[in-house]
């Protein structure tokens, strides 16, 4: 069954949430710019993040994830769901090019001492 305009807003609402999750050790980046945020599932009602850890022994995952549970319910998802899948593995070329340029995260990192995420905050 093909989703519905509905299903689709949803899950653009329920990814807008997810992505304005910074990185806890690079604040500069969303989580999604990284290609950590990999997909939302939207099954039953019940809302599920899955994310890929830049390597396997990242330490920010578990703050990443509860962070991401934090946004969706904040966004109105009630019992957010987030899946950690390690295969494929991350790999650069998932990190989004969106973004005006790796040089501009440096020059917003360094301007607010690690304070500002582009994610969800505009830049001075």
């Known amino acids: 069954m093909a989703p519905t305009a509905a299903d689709t807003t949803l899950r653009e609402r329920a990814w807008a949430a997810a ?7 690079i604040p500069v980046l969303g ?14 009602g019940v809302v599920e993040a899955i994310i ?6 990242c330490p920010a ?10 946004a969706l319910e904040n966004a ?16 650069t070329d998932w990190k989004s090019r969106s973004r ?6 440096k020059w917003n990192f360094c301007l ?5 995420c582009p994610a969800n905050q505009e830049r001075p």
């Not at 890929?52 to 022994?57: D, F, I, K, L």
């Not at 607010?112 to 500002?116: F, K, R, S, V």
């Open 100 to 105: 005006e340029s790796a040089q501009d995260d």
């Open 52 to 57: 890929t850890p830049t390597y396997s022994g």
């Open 19 to 25: 992505a304005s999750v910074c990185d806890p050790e």
């Open 61 to 70: 995952m578990n703050m990443i994830a509860l962070e991401i549970e934090v």
């Open 31 to 44: 989580i999604a710019d990284l290609g950590v945020l990999r997909d939302i599932r939207i099954e039953n």
């Open 76 to 91: 109105g998802f009630a019992r957010p769901k987030v899946t950690t899948v390690l295969s494929p593995a991350w790999t």
């Open 112 to 116: 607010t001492a690690g304070t500002l």
